[in-house]
């Protein structure tokens, strides 16, 4: 019988199995939180677009922990760009033995160019007819509409809106809306079809569903690598220097019987562009477009917008409402992010955020300055300066 030489706990969790490349290019929400009657209906869901990494420097007030009370600590921080959703339609679904299903759907009045690109393979050589006949039928029996609301008040359990981001006002290619269903969550279920009925074609912003030092969950898809290796993919022990035919190797992927290799044992194959839920991530601030000292804190005067100089690398400007939340999140930059309201939030009390300074140095290198205008007074009167005042 055989044995093994040192003893280690296995390489990798066997929790994300499969891990191949996943269907969705954008996170998806699978479930929301529990609803509560006795709350006011609200939207539990929203969509952003990753932007780029930061640091903030804070004040940690942990009474009772000699290592971190009032201590300051530097920590990284992500920016997520979030312009503003418009709900274009209200779904009703019902409880059945095999899950929900949809009851029926109503539809918006008025649907933007970006959002009926969705509904399309090829916008360029298409007819561009959806939904002319169902607002003709709607022109003509004015009360179709509220019968269908009517059936969702009388039958339905669970109400969501359908809403898209407003990706015109972003500086991407692209021009192809992303779109979501939202649940409602909060009051009567009469309550819930009259206020998703009202936010039809206006305007959703994300400080009007999150706050400030709230957790919310994170969907999106990873980083992709492509084919590689089981040293790099598990996190296996490469083997000894002098080992034949490669040392970044499993030595033995198991047992004579049973006469296949088990679905545990670490090989070779796609790594990244996963999905991943990253629950409870603390939102530091939520910034508006058109405020300029986004980035201005109570211990911080200077007037500074939260863009570095020269914008963030591989994104650009933000221009939109954003938010930025503590630590990392999955995926590559510019790609759409959805956020929900927390499904298991934490029961502790969060320390208090205390935000010293945001860092808007460049991003491009060692930055030194935090805004345009110190960065002069360090420099100069340039050539370039020069020749536009002449």
């Avoid at 000699?66 to 503003?84: D, F, G, I, S, Y």
């Amino acid at each position: 019988m055989s044995h093994r030489k040192f003893e280690a706990p296995r390489h990798g969790s066997l929790g994300f199995l499969p891990r191949k490349r996943t269907k969705h290019h954008r996170g998806r929400i699978r479930s929301f939180p529990r609803d509560n009657p006795e709350d006011k209906p609200h939207l539990t869901g929203f969509m952003g677009y990753k932007v780029g990494m930061t640091h903030v420097l804070r004040e940690i007030h942990m009474p009772g922990c000699k290592m971190w009370h009032n201590r300051e600590t530097c920590e990284a921080v992500t920016l997520v760009e979030c312009p503003a959703m418009v709900p274009v339609g209200v779904v009703g679904y019902i409880e059945t033995p095999q899950g929900l299903r949809a009851l029926t759907t109503v539809w918006a009045g008025n649907i933007s160019e970006e959002c009926m690109r969705r509904f399309y393979k090829n916008w360029y050589r298409s007819k561009r007819k959806a939904f002319t006949r169902y607002h003709k039928k709607m022109t003509e029996n004015p009360k179709d509409m509220q019968n269908q609301l009517n059936r969702m008040k009388k039958y339905c359990s669970v109400i969501r809106v359908i809403a898209h981001t407003r990706i015109n006002k972003l500086n991407l290619r692209q021009k192809k809306a992303h779109v979501m269903e939202i649940q409602v969550n909060g009051g009567s279920m009469n309550q819930k079809v009259e206020y998703a009925k009202g936010l039809l074609e206006k305007e959703v912003r994300v400080d009007g569903i999150f706050a400030e030092n709230e957790f919310i969950d994170v969907m999106g898809v990873t980083k992709g690598k492509g084919f590689e290796g089981v040293t790099t993919r598990w996190g296996t022990t490469r083997l000894p220097r002098k080992t034949h035919k490669g040392l970044r190797k499993v030595a033995c992927i198991g047992a004579w019987h049973p006469s296949r290799v088990q679905y545990s044992v670490a090989r070779a194959g796609q790594n990244g562009y996963h999905h991943r839920t990253e629950m409870n991530k603390r939102i530091y601030r939520i910034g508006k477009h058109d405020v300029k000292n986004g980035a201005t804190t109570e211990f911080d005067f200077t007037e500074k917008e939260i863009n570095p100089l020269g914008g963030f690398p591989h994104y650009g400007v933000i221009s939109n409402d954003w938010i930025m939340l503590r630590g990392c999140t999955v995926g590559v930059k510019k790609r759409c992010i959805p956020l929900r309201k927390s499904l298991h939030p934490p029961k502790n009390k969060p320390t208090p955020l205390n935000l010293k300074f945001i860092d808007t140095s460049s991003k491009m290198g060692h930055g030194r300055f935090q805004t345009d205008g110190e960065k002069s007074a360090w420099t100069g009167l340039l050539k370039k300066d020069i020749a536009k005042q002449q």
